[in-house]
Structures are given as structure tokens and as C-alpha cells.
């Protein structure tokens, strides 16, 4: 497989449900990236991870924790959720390094969550 | 906190004339990144800007940065079925330093629909 891989494409949980999902690079990259997207709202940044390091948690309540077990996976780990969690999240990568490198982020196929 | 303006927010153009997206920032743009999105699934990169005044083309598209660096553009030429989709600008927040990696802040798209 090649580029950024997302599973599952589709999730639909309940409110007490315990759930994961997953992203895969298969690009080299070092750092990797959680974003939301909401009906009628811009992609709003969730977490970032620089050298499997968390370097930023952008004020996202804790019934979202994320997982970075390596520069090449990336997990969300949902539970409690709410209706209003209900978004397409989707995962990026991007390659860190010099002057000439810019941050270019490379963006998976996302997972559409419902919350019922 | 940077916020970015599209406009239009949605367009309807018929096959095979130009049209122009614009994407406004309220601070100075370090790094402008175009993105197309078709309906539900991932982001596409088109193109990436950095230097006041930059002009990049790909195909039948073009993009440029102003010399201040608050305004981008799109432009389409010729516009074809495979064009249609949602395009959304994305910005970094700083200027990169090579070091860390920063996640973008996004606008919230123009759908753009190609009439045959």
C-alpha cells in the first residue's frame, strides 16, 4: 500500500461504546496529524505528534486520546463520545527536515464517525 | 489565532470556462497550501506557497500569493468535470524553522460544481 491509509473508511458507535481508529503512512514521514471535519466548519486541527512525540493537543476534550506507537501508525481512542462528535476525522503526514522542507501534509481517506 | 476566508463558497461554472477562488488571511501567511477534497473523502495537495508574489501552475490550474502574503488565489482554466470538488486553503501558523511540525489552519472551502 502506498500513502496514508485510514481504517475503518466508516464507524458508527454508540454513546458508551469504546472505539479505535486507525492511520498507517507508508511515506517515511516523522510527524503525524489528527484533524476534524464538521458539517459547515473548517478542518479544525486536533493533535500533532513530531517524532512520536505529542507537541500539541489543540483544546480537544479528553473523551479523545490519541496513540503514537511509531512515526508510521497513529491511533484516536474514542470513548464517551458525543452526537456532536459525529465528523469525518482525518489523519495526515508530513515530512520534517530542513529549510527546504515545508510541512507538505499528505492526507488519508478519513474515517466518517456517527455517534448515536 | 489565524483565520482564513474563502469566497465564493460555492460556485457553479460550465465546462470549459475559467473561474477564480480566492483565499484572504487576517495575518501574513507563512506557507499557503491548496487542497481539493472530493465529497466525504481526503485531501488532495495541489500546490504549496511560500514567497510574496509566487506563481505555481499544475496542469490547468494556477495558483499565486500576493506580495503581502495575505491573499491567494485559484485559478482554473478551461474548467473540465474532474475538476469539481471542494477546495480548501490551509496556512501554517508560523514561519517554519526546520524543527517541529505545525498543524495548518484551514478555510472553509469552495464547492465547486461543473455544469457539462
Known amino acids: 500500500e502506498t500513502g496514508v491509509t485510514q481504517t475503518p473508511r466508516h464507524l458508527v458507535m454508540g454513546m458508551t461504546n469504546k472505539k479505535s481508529l486507525k492511520c498507517e503512512q507508508h511515506?517515511?514521514?516523522?510527524?503525524m496529524y489528527w484533524y476534524k471535519q464538521s458539517a459547515k466548519k473548517p478542518l479544525e486541527l486536533m493533535f500533532v505528534?513530531?517524532?512520536?512525540?505529542?507537541?500539541e493537543n489543540n483544546s480537544v476534550p479528553s473523551r479523545f486520546s490519541p496513540e503514537c506507537p511509531n512515526s508510521s501508525h497513529l491511533f484516536l481512542h474514542l470513548h464517551t463520545l458525543q452526537p456532536e462528535d459525529s465528523a469525518l476525522y482525518l489523519c495526515?503526514?508530513?515530512?520534517?527536515?530542513?529549510?527546504?522542507?515545508?510541512?507538505?501534509?499528505?492526507f488519508g481517506p478519513g474515517t466518517r464517525l456517527t455517534v448515536l | 489565532s489565524q483565520e482564513l476566508e474563502q469566497s465564493p463558497q460555492s460556485l457553479i461554472v460550465q465546462e470549459g470556462k475559467n473561474l477564480t477562488i480566492n483565499c484572504t488571511s487576517s495575518?501574513?501567511?507563512?506557507?499557503l497550501y491548496w487542497y481539493k477534497q472530493k465529497y466525504g473523502e481526503g485531501l488532495i495537495f495541489l500546490m504549496m506557497?511560500?514567497?510574496?508574489?509566487e506563481e505555481k501552475s499544475h496542469e490547468k490550474i494556477t495558483a499565486k500569493l500576493d506580495e503581502k502574503k495575505q491573499q491567494s488565489s485559484l485559478h482554473i482554466t478551461a474548467s473540465q468535470p474532474s475538476h469539481a470538488g471542494i477546495y480548501l486553503c490551509?496556512?501554517?501558523?508560523?514561519?517554519?524553522?526546520?524543527?517541529?511540525?505545525?498543524?495548518?489552519?484551514f478555510g472553509k472551502g469552495t464547492h465547486l460544481i461543473i455544469q457539462p
Open positions: 511515506l517515511g514521514h516523522n510527524a
Open positions: 505528534y513530531n517524532f512520536k512525540e505529542q507537541t
Open positions: 506557497l511560500q514567497k510574496g508574489g
Open positions: 495526515a503526514s508530513s515530512l520534517l527536515g530542513g529549510r527546504e522542507s515545508y510541512n507538505e501534509q499528505f
Open positions: 490551509g496556512a501554517r501558523p508560523v514561519l517554519y524553522s526546520g524543527g517541529g511540525a505545525d498543524g495548518l489552519t
Open positions: 495575518k501574513t501567511l507563512y506557507g
